[in-house]
């Protein structure tokens, strides 16, 4: 890989940064935050003077973009939180730290890296004033470490780097590996080992590890800070994330979804892991009062919340759990708790909580002498150390996740970005708002004076159809005078109709003179500009609707033309046209009818007003629904009468069973003799419906699964379709699962036809038959036999068979002998000693039962209904559901028991698989000894109604569905006379 040349570049006019003019006056003792959180062993704890009154918005930085994150998006079940929690604990990564950007300050220099641009920036912290850049090949995910006027950090580039402190220039750099390879990981390029822990420094060395996947090596590698010189460099495992610390002897390094490695400072080697498996994060920190500590948290994996753990920092041995902790501070001898809803100090000695105090400021936390800052949304908040009252509230946009305090001044990073300086404020402040009212001839110019600076301000608004920036060359200005903070608005008229303007705010004080970040920019209304939108919907056998989006101009005049022929941009090419009046932008449409079925239509939009006019940009098609004569030369009329339930199922998966016995079926009349011209439609056949045809079987029954939009009392019946020879293929949707695409996150009809247990839903959740005995006498179709020592099924456990919280469980059993005790019909479970998870149908103490793990759960505990006697020698259809308040168990669609339970399923203790005919984990294994048929596993809690007629219409086909006889068109009785002509001939 090659470096890039001219890495230092200088920033003259930074224009997304508010400067300010304010003589910030250094302490001689000011305590430096020369690394992230401070120091090394991450405590955020400063010892410089603070002064709450002082703490005013001295200065802003706002980015292009927010940061690009490391880890963003999906590990919906093991690496995020649950959507449930309060708003301001919500979904929080364990891989938890890079959301913002994190600075580190000394001598009036402020730096801090993005993952952004792939730079590390010097700012001048008194200003606010860009100084310069220093570029790598990556994302720079922690501010840089000060050491003796250097700046050590890393990069996903894959390189430690160490530059000059004062001009950005490069002392050296550093890889473990030469990059190879590179991958694509947010929109950029990295190598394999990028650079996420941060570097630190103890006795002139520089530490750090890298790493990106557990499959490939990690390294943790040690650097003469001055030279760059490898000391040692040692490869393993690991999957360090986030900022590694280092006491004396040790080095502690975050996993993220893993529990903290430690080694020994001396050569690197292992000295073992802080915690267990279902513990990680990347937040931790080193104390020492009372004793040595290493605490660690925020991710709990496969589970909710957020804890915090203390582990004795040489041993390893556990010393507490602060559960919902989310930071910790400890100083003399008093610990500060922040967890989900509270601020607390603690007595390290007894452990008594001296105070505790409410708080929705959870993402941050330090302490500057005696006051303590916490982060939130939109907002920090000072808290005093003594007794916990809140000091002051400072505003600011952006959860406040990130907090440093240096020189008297409190920096402030917020997740879309941005860092607030905020000391003795002397600046205005003030910003551009978006136009509004715009018409073709004036707007509202908007704005907003943030602060004043505590000094009597001026405000002048500047416009123009060019863009002059932070220059006084604007061709127009409007003059406000003083004005308080607020928001800033006057309509301007005259202006031109369908031109582009700019403008922006400035803002005066006796110290300084400063304009907004960006200008702002709107177009005036005039020409209309018009397109087809997403085309025509509501689309039938003889009516559609058209649609066209107004996308510029008001008062306009949209005509609809359309016709069986593109007209292009000429009204008289087309058949047809329609006219709207007086539209404003936005979505326009109109409703045809009397179409002709199965014809395509065209159309397009036009649009008028008193500035011109203007063409969608082309024209759009549509075709119009079929019929069920057209080609289908036998139909038959399905109704449910057996469904008397008051609730409508949606997409409800119905059991047809088709044979000879109904007056006028004939397999003969088929064009396809597998059955490919079958198709099933909804109740006045315009829409194809999703079918899997689970046998078939010309000479006795064949079994179909329909798929049925809404199943009601006293609804249209289905209809079904054949006989067409231009149609003898089935069409994909009847084996990719769209029958079953209702919740179902498994469906296994276990009719054996090879040696795989195919499951018919869209998750394909396959298994393998080990010892199991396909007989004919099921349910539907078959079924398969378990001996009771030997036969199971067994398919893996994907995310899709462990529903977060919601679910149903269904089957048919017909055991051949009494169960024995946790005999298992079905399990997705673990039952190992004190750890549990997942759900099972089981027979225990006696009795068959719906078995569930749920989180809140006590560890040696499963939550059941109290269980029912099962019959042996006849098939019963057994359920469960749960919908995170109710376990409710379902013998023959009948509610037997109900038992009350709360939270979601537990996964933490992963199930080997889904097993069908036993219960299995690594201690025992639990068989079941019959018959089994049909088995479901659904994300949904399915309602009684549901698996009444999910039971009866296997139970009681014929009374449950009935058959009109098949009526043929007159299509089909002239086609197939003269096809027998012609046979007979």
């Given amino acids: 890989m090659n470096t890039k040349i001219n890495n230092v570049h200088t920033k003259i006019n930074m224009r997304n940064l508010i400067i300010s003019l304010i003589f910030f006056s250094a302490v001689a003792s000011a305590d430096d935050w020369s690394t992230y959180m401070h120091d090394n062993s991450r405590s955020g704890s400063s010892a410089d003077p603070v002064n709450i009154n002082d703490l005013d918005l001295g200065w802003k930085f706002t980015p292009s973009a927010p940061p690009m994150i490391a880890w963003d998006g999906g590990m919906p079940w093991d690496a995020w939180r649950s959507p449930s929690e309060a708003?301001?604990?919500?979904?929080?990564?364990?891989?938890?730290?890079?959301?913002?950007?994190?600075?580190?300050?000394?001598?009036?220099?402020?730096?801090?890296?993005?993952?952004?641009?792939?730079?590390?920036?010097?700012?001048?912290?008194?200003?606010?004033?860009?100084?310069?850049?220093?570029?790598?090949?990556?994302?720079?995910?922690?501010?840089?470490?000060?050491?003796?006027?250097?700046?050590?950090?890393?990069?996903?580039?894959?390189?430690?780097y160490c530059i000059d402190a004062s001009t950005g220039t490069q002392i050296w750099k550093y890889t473990p590996e030469i990059p190879n390879r590179l991958i694509a990981n947010n929109g950029k390029f990295v190598p394999m080992h990028p650079i996420r822990t941060g570097v630190a420094i103890y006795d002139d060395k520089a530490y750090f590890a890298s790493s990106l996947v557990p499959w490939k090596n990690s390294y943790l590698c040690a650097l003469n800070a001055d030279t760059g010189t490898e000391i040692y460099k040692v490869s393993g495992g690991t999957t360090p994330m986030g900022a590694l610390l280092v006491s004396s002897s040790r080095i502690y390094i975050p996993q993220g979804r893993l529990p903290p490695a430690v080694f020994n400072r001396s050569n690197g080697s292992s000295a073992g892991n802080a915690g267990s498996y279902g513990q990680g994060g990347c937040y931790a920190l080193l104390t020492s009062d009372p004793a040595p500590r290493f605490s660690y948290g925020w991710g709990k994996q496969h589970a909710n919340g957020y804890d915090l753990y203390e582990y004795n920092a040489d041993t390893l041995a556990s010393v507490s759990e602060h559960l919902n902790g989310r930071h910790l501070i400890v100083k003399n001898g008093m610990a500060y708790l922040l967890t989900d809803t509270t601020l607390s100090a603690i007595n390290r000695s007894n452990n008594n909580t001296v105070w505790s105090v409410n708080t929705d400021c959870v993402h941050s936390l330090i302490l500057v002498d005696n006051v303590l800052f916490a982060g939130g949304?939109?907002?920090?908040?000072?808290?005093?150390?003594?007794?916990?009252?809140?000091?002051?509230?400072?505003?600011?946009?952006?959860?406040?996740?990130?907090?440093?305090?240096?020189?008297?001044?409190?920096?402030?990073?917020?997740?879309?970005?941005?860092?607030?300086?905020?000391?003795?404020?002397?600046?205005?402040?003030?910003?551009?708002?978006?136009?509004?009212?715009?018409?073709?001839?004036?707007?509202?110019?908007?704005?907003?004076?943030?602060?004043?600076?505590?000094?009597?301000?001026?405000?002048?608004?500047?416009?123009?159809?060019?863009?002059?920036?932070t220059n006084?060359?604007?061709?127009?200005?409007?003059?406000?005078?003083?004005?308080?903070?607020?928001?800033?608005?006057?309509?301007?008229?005259?202006?031109?109709?369908?031109?582009?303007?700019?403008?922006?705010?400035c803002a005066s004080n006796s110290f300084s003179k400063v304009f907004a970040d960006n200008s702002e920019t709107f177009k005036t209304y005039g020409i209309p500009k018009i397109n087809n939108a997403n085309g025509a919907n509501n689309i039938g056998v003889s009516a559609a609707q058209l649609n066209a989006n107004l996308t510029e101009g008001i008062s306009a005049d949209v005509t609809f033309y359309w016709g069986s022929t593109d007209g292009g941009t000429t009204p008289a090419n087309w058949q047809f046209s329609q006219t709207v009046s007086n539209a404003n932008e936005g979505l326009i449409s109109y409703n045809l009818s009397s179409l002709l079925k199965t014809s395509v239509y065209y159309y397009t939009s036009y649009a008028l007003n008193s500035y011109g006019s203007g063409w969608s940009p082309s024209s759009s098609y549509f075709k119009t629904k079929l019929n069920i004569d057209d080609g289908w030369a036998y139909k038959i009329i399905i109704n449910f009468p057996g469904y008397n339930k008051s609730s409508a199922l949606t997409n409800f998966p119905a059991l047809v069973v088709l044979n000879e016995g109904i007056s006028g079926f004939k397999y003969s009349d088929f064009a396809s003799s597998t059955g490919g011209d079958l198709r099933f439609l909804n109740s006045d056949a315009t829409e194809f419906l999703n079918f899997e045809i689970e046998k078939w079987d010309t000479s006795g029954d064949s079994y179909v699964w329909v798929q049925v939009p809404l199943l009601y009392n006293e609804m249209n019946g289905i209809n079904a379709a054949w006989g067409n020879p231009n149609e003898t293929n089935l069409p994909p949707y009847t084996s990719d699962g769209s029958t079953w695409s209702e919740k179902y996150a498994g469906v296994w009809h276990l009719n054996h036809t090879d040696n795989v247990c195919h499951d018919s839903s869209p998750n394909a959740n396959n298994g393998g038959y080990n010892d199991v005995t396909h007989v004919s006498n099921g349910k539907v179709d078959g079924a398969d036999d378990f001996n009771g020592s030997t036969s199971f099924i067994n398919t893996p456990s994907p995310s899709n068979l462990r529903p977060i919280r919601d679910i149903t469980v269904s089957l048919w059993i017909n055991p051949d002998a009494a169960m024995i005790n946790w005999a298992c019909p079905l399990a997705n479970a673990w039952d190992n000693g004190n750890n549990e998870s997942g759900y099972s149908i089981s027979y225990v103490n006696n009795k068959l039962r719906f078995l569930i793990k749920t989180a809140s759960m006590a560890d040696n505990a499963w939550n059941s209904n109290p269980g029912y006697n099962i019959a042996v020698g006849s098939w019963q259809h057994i359920a469960g559901t749960y919908d995170g308040s109710t376990i409710r168990y379902y013998v023959d669609a009948v509610q037997k028991e109900t038992r009350h339970a709360t939270g979601n399923l537990n996964w933490n203790y992963s199930p080997q698989g889904l097993y069908i005919g036993k219960f299995h984990d690594d201690s025992e294994d639990d068989y079941y000894d019959g018959k089994i048929d049909e088995v479901r596993v659904s994300s949904v809690a399915r309602s009684a109604d549901w698996l009444w007629a999910e039971q009866q219409t296997m139970a009681d086909n014929s009374m449950f569905t009935t058959y009109v006889i098949p009526e043929p068109s007159f299509f089909s009785v002239f086609f197939f006379s003269v096809l027998s002509f012609f046979k007979n001939l």
């Fill in 377 to 469: 949304f939109n907002k920090v908040v000072a808290y005093s150390i003594s007794n916990g009252s809140e000091l002051k509230t400072i505003s600011v946009k952006g959860t406040a996740r990130g907090l440093a305090y240096s020189g008297q001044r409190l920096f402030v990073s917020t997740d879309n970005g941005s860092i607030y300086a905020l000391g003795e404020a002397q600046n205005p402040i003030v910003n551009n708002l978006p136009a509004s009212n715009i018409t073709d001839v004036s707007a509202n110019f908007n704005g907003e004076l943030s602060s004043t600076g505590q000094a009597p301000t001026s405000v002048i608004l500047y416009w123009d159809t060019v863009d002059h920036g």
């Fill in 87 to 160: 708003a301001a604990v919500r979904s929080t990564p364990m891989r938890d730290f890079d959301f913002v950007n994190f600075v580190t300050v000394q001598n009036g220099q402020l730096f801090f890296g993005s993952s952004v641009d792939d730079s590390v920036h010097c700012v001048d912290a008194r200003s606010g004033t860009e100084k310069w850049a220093f570029t790598t090949d990556g994302p720079v995910r922690f501010p840089p470490t000060i050491f003796n006027n250097k700046l050590y950090f890393g990069s996903d580039d894959g390189y430690a």
């Fill in 472 to 505: 006084t060359d604007w061709a127009n200005f409007v003059y406000f005078g003083l004005c308080p903070p607020g928001n800033l608005s006057t309509n301007i008229s005259g202006l031109n109709p369908k031109t582009t303007y700019y403008y922006t705010y």
